[in-house]
């Protein structure tokens, strides 16, 4: 059985939104881990009734999940694709761009390929990516095209995960030389270089209701708390930089 199958027979006998009890499926993008988690915590503060049941994984996934019927109320997406797809597709409305990102290079502590600066990423022979299917992935290629040495770092890749904390953590095990991942993903375990502004990729994230949600006004509760001063604080204590 999959595990939100699992989860939606939890969630059987819970009422609408007035009910006590009641449980908000929260699915979002792995690099919203760290943000959504604290805010979480603030959410159920205000309604010790609810219970937020986050779920972090590649939007990607997340959207075959929804797609498939997985009990969510609330999706963030870390490109705007995915959301688009469930959009269309009639599986959640409201789409908005609520929070940015930007890319930076990771590389291990002892930096073994001397990557001082981002133009010495073709130094790295073990690079690793976000497959192309995944936001990150698909925002690093982006970024490469706009060099003059994609091919000859694209040659050196070797391995392409599921989500940005599975390429952090190649880097973290000392299984890569360097990655390419969110600007908020990039952990006191790794070293940090920074990618010139001129060519850097601007990752767009979009929350939206899910169609069939039960809780709408809980949902929409959730979504107003990302725009709302304390939803602003946390992305940004987290990295992340608030859309206007």
Not at 177 to 192: E, H, K, L, P
Not at 224 to 244: I, K, N, Q, S, V
Request: charged share 25%; aromatic share 6%; glycine share 6%.
């Amino acid at each position: 059985m999959r595990p939100w199958a699992l989860l939606l027979l939890a969630l059987t006998g819970c009422g609408d939104d007035g009910a006590t009890d009641a449980t908000l499926g929260v699915f979002a993008a792995s690099s919203l881990t760290d943000a959504f988690s604290a805010l979480e915590v603030a959410f159920e503060r205000e309604h010790p009734d609810v219970d937020v049941a986050p779920s972090f994984a590649g939007s990607q996934i997340l959207r075959i999940q929804i797609e498939q019927g997985a009990p969510a109320d609330v999706y963030a997406s870390a490109d705007r694709a995915h959301m688009d797809a469930l959009v269309a597709g009639g599986h959640v409305t409201g789409a908005e761009v609520f929070v940015h990102n930007a890319l930076v290079v990771i590389v291990p502590p002892d930096n073994p390929a001397g990557i001082e600066r981002f133009e010495d990423l073709p130094r790295a022979e073990r690079l690793v990516l976000g497959d192309p299917n995944v936001p990150v992935g698909r925002y690093a290629r982006e970024l490469l095209s706009r060099t003059d040495f994609e091919e000859e770092v694209l040659a050196h890749v070797v391995s392409e995960e599921a989500n940005v904390r599975l390429v952090r953590a190649k880097v973290e095990l000392g299984e890569a030389d360097a990655a390419i991942v969110y600007r908020t993903d990039a952990s006191d375990r790794v070293r940090v270089i920074e990618i010139p502004d001129a060519v850097n990729v601007r990752a767009d994230y979009h929350v939206g209701l899910v169609t069939r949600s039960e809780r709408r006004a809980l949902a929409r509760e959730w979504i107003e708390l990302l725009r709302g001063d304390a939803g602003r604080r946390a992305l940004t204590e987290h990295g992340f930089a608030p859309a206007e």
